[in-house]
Structure formats: C-alpha cells, structure tokens
C-alpha cells in the first residue's frame, strides 16, 4: 500500500526560529500533497495544496509567506514554518493519494508535533 | 465548508452498536471515513462512490446517500480497539475537508 513518510514527529524550537517539516511519498510519486494542522481536540484543517514543480494553493487565512512550502520534486514537499510563536503549537500532518487511482483515499504520514516555547 | 459530524462523542459498552452521521452542504463526489488514536495519524476505513453505496469492513460500515450528502458510519458488536476519533471526508472536487470528528471511547 501507499506509504507517506514525515519526518520530523517531534520538535521543539524557540520562539522567532524556524522549523522545516518534511514529508515523502515512498512508493509512489506524489504530484498533489496536501497539508493540514490540528489543534487538540479538533478536527483536521487543510492548510494548504502542495503541487508539484508549481506554487501551493493556500486555503483562505493561512499566510503563504509564514508556511512556505516547497514541491521541488514527485516524492518530497516541506513545510517550512517561519518565525515561529507558541500559537503555531500544533500538530502537522501531510498527506497524499497515489496518482491515475481514480477516487483512492488520502495516505497521512505520521504527523509532527510542533511546540514552540 | 466544513461536514458536520453527529454525535460528536459516544461512550459504549464492549458489544454495543453505534451510528456515526455526516452531513455536508455541498454535493458530493464522494465521503472517505478514518479514525484517528490520540497522538497518532488518522487511518482510512473506506471510501464511499455512489449514491446509496454501502461498504463493510469486518464489523465497521457504512452508507452514502448523495441525493441528502450524507453518510453514515455503523459499527457493530463494538470493540475496545475502535476507540478513536472518527472522521468523516467530504470530496467535492481534489481535496477532502473533513468534519468536526466524532470521539468514541469502548469500554470493557
């Protein structure tokens, strides 16, 4: 089956630094990631749209130039959290489906939960 | 817009059954249902296509009616390890936006 690696699971950083979230798709080739945060107990937001060789497509009240996302190639898209503070807290998941699968289901990595003191 | 999801917690005995609903606004391609452990990724259960469709998985299944844009998850003779959040995926074009989530918690 479809595998979605995440790396880091954990992190820990000091307000105002910055934090890269990596996230691969290792048995098949991604053009589409999506990636969503999760507040505790609360559901899934999508954040963003990561497309691969283009510019991601931001949902309404993220900030494209605080959450940079790079999909430089088919297997890997980072999350780059800039300047981070304590509110950026949370848990980070990218997901993806495996490509010309009509209607396949999304594949999460393992998440990465990011505290910022 | 997000699904909204119905119950959005329900306690159970090992054995019971329980009815988890999803009710979206737009119109749907299709509904996807995870379930989701503390601390961990979600986990996809099923997907549902077409209109009245109804899919199972051991004791877990489920029914869409798209003419409502609706879904409804069953789980049956339940189990300690169905314990979770569960989630419903409403798919009206690329992307899913998932409901609000549904907490269960199974006890002995």
């Known amino acids: 089956g479809a595998v979605v690696s995440q790396h880091p699971s954990r992190v820990i950083c000091k307000s105002g630094t910055s934090v890269k979230i990596e996230c691969r798709s290792l048995d098949f080739q991604a053009t589409t990631m999506f990636w969503y945060r999760q507040f505790p107990k609360q559901s899934l937001m999508l954040m963003a749209t990561s497309n691969e060789g283009s510019k991601a497509t931001y949902e309404q009240g993220v900030e494209k130039d605080k959450f940079l996302i790079n999909h430089a190639s088919l297997t890997l898209s980072t999350l780059t959290v800039t300047s981070a503070h304590p509110e950026d807290s949370s848990f980070y998941i990218c997901s993806a489906r495996a490509p010309r699968v009509a209607n396949s289901p999304l594949h999460f990595g393992n998440g990465t939960r990011l505290t910022v003191t | 817009q997000q699904p909204v999801q119905s119950p959005q917690a329900v306690i159970l005995r090992e054995g019971e059954d329980a009815v988890i609903n999803c009710s979206s606004s737009?119109?749907?391609?299709?509904v996807h249902w995870y379930r989701q452990k503390h601390g961990e990724a979600p986990v996809f259960l099923m997907i549902?296509?077409?209109?009245?469709e109804q899919k199972g998985h051991d004791k877990i299944s489920a029914s869409f009616n798209e003419k409502k844009q609706q879904s409804s998850l069953y789980l049956t003779a339940s189990q300690l390890s169905y314990s979770g959040t569960y989630f419903c995926g409403a798919n009206a074009g690329n992307m899913l936006t998932f409901g609000g989530g549904t907490r269960l918690m199974v006890k002995p």
């Open positions: 737009k119109a749907l391609y299709s």
């Open positions: 549902l296509l077409k209109g009245g």
